[in-house]
């Protein structure tokens, strides 16, 4: 299984941006699918951004459409999350996970079509 690690997040004025990295390790061909999600406490984790490694569609949560950008580098090892116009309600773990299989819009964001996560970034937006 793919080995994921996350960093960038930290605690931002509402309106501001950030963007967290997802790095991936010891994964060979098994990472078809990236995501992002993110859990606020007392709330389940929640699909953000997907993204097809091969193909390069990308699928988004209507509450971040025109705010965030999931993207990854040249060499596939590392997969972003762009986040601008952030809003407090942006606030909660952001975890990175990978999928092995071909993901589409309807399957995207159910927890149990990934067998990997990384540790998860704290991201805080205050008002």
């Known amino acids: 299984q793919a080995q994921l690690v996350e960093s960038g997040g930290n605690s931002v004025p509402a309106g501001g941006s950030l963007r967290l990295s997802c790095a991936a390790s010891?994964?060979?061909?098994?990472?078809?699918?990236m995501a992002w999600f993110r859990q606020a406490p007392g709330k389940e984790r929640e699909g953000v951004a997907g993204l097809y490694r091969v193909g390069g569609r990308t699928y988004y949560a209507d509450s971040v459409k025109g705010r965030f950008t999931i993207s990854q580098d040249n060499a596939k090892t590392t997969t972003y999350l762009q986040m601008d116009t952030l809003e407090p309600e942006d606030s909660g773990m952001y975890y990175c996970?990978?999928?092995?299989?071909?993901?589409?819009?309807?399957?995207?964001?159910?927890?149990?079509?990934?067998?990997?996560w990384g540790q998860g970034t704290q991201v805080s937006v205050s008002s």
């Open positions: 010891r994964d060979g061909n098994r990472r078809y699918f």
């Open positions: 996970a990978s999928a092995p299989t071909v993901l589409t819009g309807t399957t995207w964001r159910r927890l149990s079509e990934y067998t990997s």
